[in-house]
């Protein structure tokens, strides 16, 4: 009887090392080698510091960006959660008619156009980076008149929505997305 709980303890102390230890250490070490970027989190860089992830939603507010997708967590990455509303919940209808509203406000949409559902439905993770390329362009003369853009940088403005925007993931999974905060950044550089 002792013996085997010496056995099972010597056992359980080399699972722990090789599995606690050994593997994480080894799978960190291959995905440094192979990825490096994306191992340590994409994060963005400007003049050495970092300014975000292309991984996790910004806040972006101003007329002068592309807004991302609503947060129930205001962009915070720690808790990292939906709302939990159900689609029975009146809050969670009067939260989505409200941002319907001041979208068709500030874009000056007529009532009976389409908004993309992104643009009014937070997403489950409330981090959710990237819009459809349909949200965009909804938001692209906002961000031009907000910016006083002039037709050649309107045009400029308009590529830029087409070039960065990714195709589904190995061309079936998911949908047409453009990250907002490469987005953003690159919208700081039409001059």
């Not at 050994?22 to 003049?47: C, D």
């Not at 300014?51 to 002068?64: A, M, R, T, V």
């Not at 939260?95 to 000056?108: A, D, M, P, S, T």
């Amino acid at each position: 009887m002792k013996t085997q709980s010496v056995i099972a303890l010597k056992i359980l102390l080399v699972m722990t090392v090789l599995t606690g230890v050994v593997y994480p250490l080894t799978m960190t070490g291959i995905l440094q080698l192979a990825f490096p970027g994306r191992s340590n989190g994409s994060m963005v860089y400007r003049e050495g510091q970092i300014i975000g992830s292309e991984l996790i939603g910004q806040k972006f507010d101003s007329s002068i960006y592309f807004w991302p997708r609503p947060s129930a967590i205001d962009y915070n990455p720690i808790p990292s959660s939906g709302s939990n509303l159900g689609p029975a919940s009146n809050k969670l209808k009067a939260q989505v008619e409200q941002r319907r509203e001041l979208l068709l406000k500030v874009h000056h949409i007529d009532h009976q156009s389409e908004i993309p559902i992104e643009m009014i439905v937070a997403s489950a993770s409330g981090l959710d980076p990237h819009i459809s390329p349909e949200a965009a362009l909804m938001q692209a003369s906002r961000v031009a008149s907000a910016r006083n853009l002039n037709e050649n940088q309107k045009d400029e403005l308009l590529q830029l929505i087409s070039d960065l925007s990714e195709k589904p993931q190995i061309l079936i999974f998911g949908q047409p997305r453009i990250n907002v905060f490469k987005l953003n950044l690159a919208l700081d550089n039409i001059r």
